[in-house]
């Protein structure tokens, strides 16, 4: 049975009938806004709903995956597990055709609406073990992005990941590649505290999921056990940052990430998760031992010849007429090159004018002691790029970090006054470039170049304020470079309180015209509002607890109380808030003191017995630093709670049971002094 929503054919030949798996309520959601928004539009549908399925299944930003991949309009993509269509429009607008599998109808309904303009696109719906034997075997790509996971769903038996690629591998042509892109088991992410993204466990797969399930995720070298057994050839292994679902930057073997550039790393927009440590300085550490390929939070394994692409950096989280890629690979001669791609027709203009940029930098600095990296546009039919040489060098944010880890300030402020006479150099001229940030300038010995100049301007900007928004943006970006003494950069500048309050809005109004005022995906993970805990501060209130929470007791044998005879009962607290204990007393004992805690509280007594008959709250049984309220209920605004049993006032034996049961609630002092005057 074949179906058209648009231009989009859908085929339920082999449909079962009913979706077997379903993210609830919320696709419906999801299908209101495919049916009744334009794609420009999803952006504010995301931001207003604040819902974790909206995000995932349908913000652009999930196409950066295959966006950077070099298919042509000669190529055939198979997508298995298309979903709700989050990469099926980037595939469309770069290959000849796109033939999509996925089992649900309702996210193959969402898919077609979203791009219901795309005539290249068959979407077969059904059981890919049903779908599959009518399928070609000459895709050029097929597409595996978030599902080799779930082979043993797919397949099943008893080696249902190797049985699932070699039944794809069968589809592809003698020269097409296979894209997986698939979740590291032993991502950093996993040891860091955040839980594994299909069963939602904490350390799951780095238990080797000993308990149990149908989704596996797998290390480098578990893929390719899985590679050669199947008989792939050759494989290259790609590192989605942060990881493969909202990828930014693409690492691969040739361009691994160097220290201090792995900063975004708060990746909980689905769950809760835990901070066990600072994800940033490990993988410092891990980028410096050439260990990122162990530790990436997600792979893109490419089966088949690899592509000329070393690096990619997305920009597509800004307002659309500022969104590029920026792309390291090598040109038809076989150099390597910088090329920034415009993502989209309205981003044109913005890298047109990157090579009119470096013609007026050029021009400025031509005498002075700034190298500018050559720029060229590069324009063929609807091809579009500024291509820049590669340079050597070191960033100068590295050595300036380095003067920091050792403590060199002297070195720092040594360099830091180079940056400003380099940059300073005839200021007077009307073309200045407002991001000179530190890691723009890469330092080759005496020669400095500026690598990226996509901010400039045909105007002089005050070099104090390049210099400040610099060190302004330095300091953001990591806090161990808070230890930097802002007021001496201030004061080499020449920067009063004031103009530096000045530049720092001069900053928050460049970035909200960088972003068309969207929220950031951190913004996003806040609005979602999947808390982030710190175990140490459990810690901390657990040590706090055990200090606190302890009962100790003082007996009166007719001299009165003292410190040195009264004991502490271990194991009086049950929990956090609850009391249960028995304790034996002697008969000659008066009055027995009963101190439920070290900190003002509220006391709520569930039991309180003298040889199984109940104690009285009353001043004719008790005595208190606190007061007495209704429902059995005590208030101590004191750090030295006491609550004293007048025994003598009881019938006694030769030994007596006292029997305790309380909730014990602290507050602050002045809580509870209130609740004093307030109620009793």
């Known amino acids: 049975m074949l179906n ?12 079962p009938g009913e979706d077997f798996y379903s993210d609830g309520a919320v696709e419906e959601e999801m299908l209101d806004i495919a049916k009744n928004l334009n794609p420009l539009e999803y952006q504010a549908a995301i931001e207003e709903r604040k819902s974790w399925p909206i995000l995932y299944h349908l913000s652009p930003l999930r196409e950066n995956i295959v966006d950077w991949i070099p298919m042509t309009k000669a190529d055939k993509v198979l997508e298995v597990g298309s979903g709700c269509g989050a990469i099926t429009g980037a595939l469309a607008r770069k290959a000849e055709s796109v033939t999509c599998v996925d089992l649900s109808s309702k996210r193959s309904t969402i898919n077609a609406y979203r791009h219901g303009d ?39 038996g008893d080696t249902p990941y190797e049985d699932f690629l070699k039944i794809l591998m069968a589809h592809l042509s ?25 069963v939602g466990k904490f350390f799951t797969g780095i238990e080797n999921y000993t308990t149990g399930g149908g989704v596996r995720t797998f290390s480098r070298q578990g893929l390719e056990r899985i590679f050669d057994a199947c008989g792939v050839k050759e494989s290259h ?40 440590f600072d994800e940033k300085n490990a ?60 993502m989209g027709p309205d981003a044109k203009e913005h890298v047109r004018g990157m ?3 470096y013609q007026g930098l050029r021009e400025r600095y031509k005498e002075g002691k700034l190298s500018i990296n050559t720029c060229k546009l590069v324009e063929e039919g609807e091809d579009l790029y500024a291509e820049f040489e590669f340079v050597p060098g070191k960033p100068l944010q590295e050595l300036l970090d380095r003067c920091l880890e050792k403590k060199d ?37 005496d020669t400095w170049t500026l690598i990226d100049y996509e901010w400039t301007f045909g105007k002089p900007i005050d070099t104090r304020e390049l210099a400040f928004r610099a060190v302004y943006c330095y300091i953001l970006e990591d806090e161990s470079r808070n230890q930097l003494e802002l007021d001496r950069i201030l004061d080499v500048l020449q920067i009063t309180q004031q103009d530096a309050e000045n530049f720092r809005e001069q900053e928050r109004d460049f970035q909200k015209m960088v972003t068309g005022k969207r929220l950031s995906m951190a913004q996003m993970r806040e609005a979602i509002g999947h808390p982030m805990t710190d175990p140490k501060q459990w810690l901390e209130k657990f040590r706090e607890n055990e200090r606190v929470n302890r ?21 009086a607290y049950v929990d956090d808030h609850h009391i249960d204990m028995t304790l034996q007393v002697s008969s000659d004992v008066q009055k027995l003191r009963i101190d439920p805690a070290f900190d003002s509280c509220i006391v709520r007594v569930e039991e309180l017995t003298f040889n199984g008959k109940n104690i009285p709250l009353n001043l004719l049984h008790v005595r208190l630093n606190g007061k007495i309220g209704k429902g059995s209920t005590l208030v101590f605004p004191t750090a030295d709670p006491n609550l004293n049993l007048l025994l003598n006032k009881l019938p006694k034996e030769a030994v007596n049971t006292v029997t305790v049961k309380m909730e014990v609630s602290r507050v602050p002092v002045a809580t509870a002094q209130a609740m004093c005057k307030l109620f009793f």
């Open 409 to 445: 300030m002297e070195k720092f402020h040594g360099y830091f006054k180079e940056y400003v006479e380099r940059i300073g150099f005839n200021r007077e001229y009307p073309v200045s470039d407002f991001d000179l940030i530190f890691a723009n300038i890469l330092v080759d010995e």
């Open 355 to 357: 090579e009119s940029a």
């Open 118 to 156: 795309c005539e290249n696109v068959t979407i077969h719906v059904g059981n890919f073990k049903d779908i599959e034997p009518d399928l070609p075997k000459d895709f050029d790509y097929i597409c595996l992005i978030g599902v080799f996971e779930y082979g043993q769903g797919y397949i099943g």
């Open 4 to 15: 058209q929503i648009g231009k989009i054919k859908l085929d339920y030949s082999k449909y």
């Open 174 to 198: 003698d020269k097409g590649r296979m894209i997986i892109a698939i979740e590291n088991k032993y991502g950093l992410k996993y040891f860091a505290g955040c839980r594994e993204d299909h």
């Open 551 to 571: 009962v100790q007791i003082y007996e009166d044998r007719g001299n009165g109380y003292h410190e040195e005879e009264s004991y502490l009962v271990p194991d």
């Open 237 to 276: 292994f790609y590192y989605p940052y942060p990881d493969y679902k909202f990828m930014h930057t693409l690492y691969s073997d040739k361009h691994l990430p160097k220290k201090g550039e792995l900063t975004d790393n708060f990746r909980n927009f689905d769950r809760d998760r835990m901070l066990l």
């Open 283 to 342: 993988y410092d550490g891990i980028s410096e031992d050439q260990l990122f390929s162990v530790f990436a939070n997600s792979y893109i394994a490419v089966l088949g010849k690899d592509f000329d692409v070393e690096y990619v950096k997305y920009s597509n989280d800004r307002a659309k007429e500022y969104r590029i890629r920026t792309q390291i690979g090598y040109n038809e001669e076989g150099k390597r090159v910088v090329r920034k791609y415009p």
